[in-house]
């Protein structure tokens, strides 16, 4: 039986609260796989409570003992503890709880299931000792792919990233043509694969102003990015020559457009966000997995309120049980 495995990330944020609103309502009980959410169980019973939100928790000692859904009931497979449940409040002692249940949902996601990852705290865990870059970073290593692809979907709009979490002044250095060569082949080959677009067509954003206006802004899109086009055309995938970003997103070309490829992160998100906040997702490409994340962070300020919107969530559960 195939399942959805989540990982809710950050305990302080609303990670867990999404799951835990998410399995009273109508949703959880026509969902057709089984959801298992990993973590401790005194964490969920507490946050039900600080939620004012009844449910029963049913404990598992593995997950060839889940069930169906049924609203009202949420499955937890427990592997550690919590050394906090305090919403809100960041406490780097969770640290390596959050990478443990992390390390499970990959496990898991290798043995025909797929991973849904709630938000993280990149702040927390590094604050406890571990070396930690992003949750696509870290299961790269973990399922020792050679390269991986962050994709970022709406219901009008996918944009992947060459580069993720690296700053501004380190993105030029960091483009090369091996890397649009790489990262768009997976773009294209998981669109097919994994999303099930037959004939994607892909735009590449430039990388300067204007898109360089022919090298007087920049040389990156005549040297590095023009010919990475030419030769990925080459093999038979349709790809634009870089465009200049501030006008890749009318309607005219966002209709004929199955996904972008931006330079970096802040290129082409606000533009997604803008778009979609609050329904957007994350998917890594590249990877032997199915991994599907929301897009938003921990919130800590609105963490056991009741005020977070699970939008995202039900569009991560969603898209990973469309994959698997």
């Known amino acids: 039986m195939k399942r959805i495995i989540y990982s809710p990330g950050e305990p302080s944020g609303i990670g867990p609260d999404l799951i835990l609103q998410l399995c009273n309502t109508n949703y959880w009980s026509n969902f057709k796989l089984p959801i298992i959410a990993l ?11 600080l939620l004012g939100r009844k449910l029963e ?42 990478i443990h249940n992390l390390n499970l949902g990959i496990s898991l996601a290798e043995k025909n299931n797929a991973l849904v990852t709630g938000p993280i705290s990149k702040e927390n865990i590094i604050n406890a000792g571990i070396r930690f870059s992003g949750h696509t970073e870290w299961i790269q290593k973990a399922t020792k792919s050679s390269d991986v692809l962050m994709l970022l979907a709406a219901s009008k709009l996918r944009v992947a990233l060459a580069t993720t979490h690296i700053p501004l002044k ?28 037959k ?85 890594t490409l590249g990877v032997p997995i199915i991994r599907t994340s929301v897009d938003h962070g921990v919130a800590l300020d609105i963490a056991g309120t009741g005020k977070s ?3 995202s969530l039900k569009n991560a559960l969603d898209t990973a049980k469309d994959i698997i």
Request: aromatic letters at 6%; a positive charge.
């Open 39 to 49: 973590g401790d169980t005194r964490l969920f019973k507490e946050r039900a409570k």
């Open 57 to 98: 928790i049913v404990s598992l000692k593995n997950i060839k003992f889940s069930q169906k859904n049924k609203k009202g009931y949420l499955q937890v497979l427990e592997i550690d503890k919590c050394k906090s449940f305090k919403a809100g409040k960041l406490n780097p002692k969770n640290g390596s709880y959050i």
């Open 170 to 197: 380190k993105v030029a250095a960091s483009i090369s043509e091996d890397l649009i060569i790489n990262k768009t082949k997976i773009l294209h080959n998981d669109l097919k694969s994994k999303l099930k677009v």
């Open 199 to 283: 004939k994607p067509r892909i735009v590449m954003l430039g990388l300067n102003p204007h898109a360089g206006e022919g090298g007087k802004i920049g040389l990156e899109e005549t040297k590095i990015l023009k010919p990475a086009a030419k030769y990925l055309r080459k093999l038979g995938i349709n790809i634009t020559d870089p465009i200049s970003a501030d006008t890749a997103f009318t309607k005219q070309i966002l209709n004929k457009t199955d996904a972008y490829l931006a330079m970096y992160h802040d290129q082409a998100l606000p533009v997604l966000k803008a778009l979609s906040f609050g329904e957007g997702i994350n998917i």
């Open 309 to 311: 919107n699970y939008s």
